[in-house]
């Protein structure tokens, strides 16, 4: 099912269900008698208490709207879907297409309670049995439902992205659609880490094999390390990620051109704009600097026979698992692999729970700077002291909306 069709079925069934809920409370209130001896300014008040409670459930919902739309691209509110979606296309501003979900769902919500005034209070007009007291406890009531029904609403919103299953990389992870989906263009989040990286690698020790940890199907980040690194090693847990890569190696027909992010490390080491023959010569010093790929398992607490003087591990253990505590074992496991006094550099999508690849969501394991901060204890300390957070705004199109970098030397001595 398409995100528009969820979304248009959603709003059917979840409007349907709010007029019924909440037109039965308004009549079952005034039908109780309950506060048939409210006085006037009494039965005004609890109206406007009821707005309240009507707003604040609201605010939850919109709350677990948004989360819904990040994630999904679905929302229970077409309106907002359309206005998130529309409001993405004209700007490149990470809070305007939030703000636009919110606008149009409380919009349609508010102009929902037109119908409900006029026929409160058409009602009281036309009728010798209604009065006007009753047409305010009516909207009262349906108020108050209306409330309890938009948080009840974001709870279940929340429990179904809680407990929405992830993609597997055994059985749903396909390079091509990552490598489309993801790096076609040099994205906010690599205009980040690349720019980064080059920084971190000229604190690596010169002329020793460097491994990249996790490097899926990609190259973007191994531009960087060409001119340090006596040889290159790529390590993954796919095969199929390692076949791809072994078609740029080879110089395949077909084969991902990298050439966006190639001329993109070279700006960053301060060539402005790097010719093609420097784009060319780039891309052959890489090829011959990688001289191993290798399938590894971070779940192994031993994923390779040896030490590295410099890892780089980005985007791989944050983005294997939802599960916090896995998250922390696998930061283990690959930082076990720098030797003392080495680099370790990662990089991690900041509080995602999953990301999204051609419709599939794989995990995120919802970590930010201070779990990084905390897992590199005590044998880690940060480069310069700091973890670098870069906000990127790529909620809708990937699911997250900022990044972690970190780069880590470990102590020459275990404390
Ligand atoms: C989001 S991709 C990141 C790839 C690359 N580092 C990048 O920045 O584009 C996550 C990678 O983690 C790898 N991965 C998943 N489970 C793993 C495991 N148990 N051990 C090592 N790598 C794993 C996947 O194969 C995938 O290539």
Redesign the pocket.
């Known amino acids: 099912m398409s995100g528009w069709t969820a979304s248009i079925a959603a709003t059917v069934v979840s409007n349907y269900a709010l007029d019924v809920w909440a037109a039965a409370a308004g009549v079952a209130l005034v039908a109780s008698g309950l506060l048939d001896d409210v006085a006037p300014p009494w039965a005004v008040a609890l109206l406007a208490g009821s707005y309240v409670a009507w707003g604040l459930g609201l605010r939850t919902n919109l709350v677990a709207n948004w989360s819904l739309l990040a994630r999904t691209g679905t929302s229970t509110n077409v309106i907002s879907k359309a206005a998130h979606d529309l409001t993405r296309r004209v700007t490149t501003s990470a809070r305007a297409p939030r703000l636009a979900a919110a606008i149009g769902y409380a919009g349609t919500q508010v102009a929902a309670e037109v119908p409900y005034y006029a026929g409160a209070f058409g009602t009281a007009a036309l009728s010798d049995t209604v009065g006007t007291h009753d047409a305010v406890v009516f909207l009262a009531g349906a108020n108050l439902a209306a409330g309890a029904y938009e948080y009840g609403l974001a709870r279940l919103t929340r429990a179904f992205l809680g407990r929405r299953r992830y993609a597997s990389?055994d059985i749903d992870?396909v390079p091509a659609h990552?490598l489309t989906g993801?790096y076609r263009t040099v994205e906010p989040d690599e205009v980040a880490t690349i720019a980064f990286l080059v920084a971190a690698v000229r604190h690596a020790e010169r002329d020793r094999p460097v491994l990249f940890?996790?490097?899926?199907p990609?190259l973007h980040?191994v531009f960087a390390a060409a001119e340090i690194a006596s040889e290159i090693h790529l390590g993954?847990?796919?095969p199929a990620?390692l076949t791809e890569i072994q078609r740029w190696l080879d110089r395949e027909p077909g084969a991902h051109d990298w050439r966006p992010f190639v001329r993109y490390t070279l700006q960053c080491e301060g060539i402005a704009d790097p010719s093609d023959e420097e784009l060319a010569a780039r891309e052959d010093l890489t090829r011959s600097k990688i001289t191993s790929l290798i399938r590894?398992?971070?779940?192994h607490p031993r994923p390779l026979g040896r030490t590295y003087a410099t890892v780089i591990s980005?985007?791989?253990a944050d983005?294997?698992t939802a599960d916090r505590t896995t998250w922390r074992l696998?930061m283990r496991h690959i930082t076990g692999l720098v030797e003392p006094g080495g680099l370790f550099v990662t990089a991690a999508l900041r509080r995602c729970r999953g990301?999204t690849v051609a419709g599939h969501t794989?995990p995120g394991a919802d970590i930010d700077e201070h779990d990084i901060h905390e897992v590199l204890q005590p044998e880690f300390a940060p480069l310069d002291g700091t973890i670098e957070v870069h906000r990127t705004g790529q909620d809708t199109a990937h699911g997250y909306s900022a990044i972690v970098l970190c780069r880590a030397r470990r102590m020459a001595t275990t404390p």
Request: aromatic residues 38%; charged residues 10%.
């Open positions: 990389f992870w990552y993801y940890f996790g490097t899926g990609t980040h993954d847990y796919l990620n590894v398992d971070a779940r980005p985007y791989c983005s294997a696998f990301y794989f």
